[in-house]
Structure formats: C-alpha cells, structure tokens
C-alpha cells in the first residue's frame, strides 16, 4: 500500500532565505508526482506536476526533484517570502491506481516571517 | 486556466439531516471526478471516484447509501451526505480531472460541513 510521508511536518523561516521541503514515497511504481499548496480552510492549487519520467520541473521561484527509484520528492522555494506561508502538499497517482487517484502526503506547514 | 468551483463553501446542519454539495468544472469538461475528506491536520483521503453517466466507485471504508454521489453531466458532480452525524463533520473537496486521467487534478475550493 502506498504510503506518502512528508517532513518536517511544519517549518518556519525568516523572509527571504531558501528553503526545501522533503516528500518520500514507499512504492517507487507512480505514474505522476504534484506538489500542492493549500491555504488555511481553502482547496489546493496545483504547483508542479512531474511525469514519472521526469527528474525536475520548475515554476518560477519553485523547484521540485523527482528520484524515482529511491521514492523521494523535494520541493525547493527560492527566496521565500510572507506570501509563500501555506501547507504543502506531496501526492503521487500509482501506477496501476485508479483513474488517476491521488495519494497525499499529511503536508508541510510553511510559514514565512517578515 | 481551469476552475473548479463547489456549493456551498459552508453548510451546519443538524443532525439526521442530508446535506448536498455541488462541484462544477466551469470551462472545461470532465468525465472523472473525485471526492476528498480532510479532517483536521490530516491528509486528503480520497472517498469516491466519480464518473460521468456510471456509478461512482468507492474507496474501502465509505459508505455508499450514506455518501451518495451522483455525476449527472460533464461539468456537474453532486454529493449528499445523508443522515448526517457530528462525526461527518469534515472539509470535502472535490477534484476534476483535465486530459486523460493521467493530467492534472483541479481541484475545488472545499466545502466545510459541520453537523450539530
């Protein structure tokens, strides 16, 4: 059964320094790899999405890492700042999963301070 | 880009009542969607896939005669919670998936249910 585990569970930092959110997976047998943000009581926007046979996207001051075969993700937000503070959030589809079933991580709590 | 919209964005009801939440695709067509539960500081788990003109497909768990889903048009995904209990209180989200059902999920801005 995929497990999806995401560390550190919360993380604060002062403004403007770079920071990397961790995302590991127990079967290394996904289709997809996204990373979400979630604000508090709102749904999720998605942030990158990384193919199976991708190793890394990248969006802006977001970059995230696929390592397939050793079932990590990290997720690398440059220059943060007060507007980044949110939950992320790690999902991967299996392969062989059901029409695309996500399956999410608890999720990382940014906060980033003035 | 794509919007997922859900109705309504919060509801409290008593309990025993049945609650409906609404989830549309507003400028694309989506044959599958999907109903997330997320209770506090926990992970999104899903609850049931939902497929436009055929019965939903539930996770191991859910209640189907509770949690009915009804997937009536490409655009449209209703779910009701039926005889609602305080335990079902929860924030549900829904999903729709763009471009094959290896694309990207647009997901819905939640509905927060709370049962008194």
């Known amino acids: 059964k995929q497990e999806v585990t995401q560390i550190p569970a919360a993380l604060s930092v002062p403004e403007g320094e770079n920071l990397v959110l961790n995302c590991s997976f127990t079967?290394?047998?996904?289709?997809?790899l996204q990373w979400f943000r979630q604000d508090p009581g709102k749904g999720l926007t998605s942030l990158l999405l990384?193919?199976?046979?991708?190793r890394e996207q990248t969006s802006g001051r977001l970059n995230a890492s696929l390592d397939k075969s050793s079932g990590r993700s990290t997720l690398y937000i440059a220059a943060s700042q007060p507007g980044d503070s949110a939950t992320y959030l790690c999902?991967?589809?299996?392969?062989?999963?059901?029409?695309?079933?996500?399956?999410f991580g608890k999720g990382t709590k940014l906060s980033v301070k003035p | 880009g794509a919007v997922v919209s859900q109705h309504p964005s919060r509801v409290i009801c008593k309990s025993g009542t049945s609650v409906k939440i609404e989830c549309r695709s507003l400028?694309?067509?989506?044959?599958?969607m999907f109903w997330y539960r997320q209770f506090p500081k926990q992970s999104l788990m899903l609850m049931a896939t939902?497929?436009?003109?055929?019965?939903?497909?539930?996770e191991q768990g859910v209640e189907k005669d509770k949690f009915l889903i009804n997937h009536a048009s490409l655009t449209l995904s209703t779910l009701t919670v039926t005889s609602a209990h305080p335990e079902d209180s929860s924030f549900y989200i829904c999903?729709?998936?763009?471009?094959?059902?290896?694309?990207?999920?647009?997901f819905g801005p939640g509905t927060r249910l709370t049962v008194l």
């Open positions: 079967d290394s047998a996904i289709y997809n």
């Open positions: 990384i193919q199976s046979s991708q």
């Open positions: 999902a991967v589809v299996n392969y062989g999963g059901s029409q695309g079933n996500l399956i």
């Open positions: 400028d694309f067509q989506a044959t599958t």
């Open positions: 999903s729709a998936l763009g471009q094959g059902w290896m694309g990207t999920q647009y």
């Open positions: 939902s497929n436009e003109g055929s019965k939903a497909t539930y």
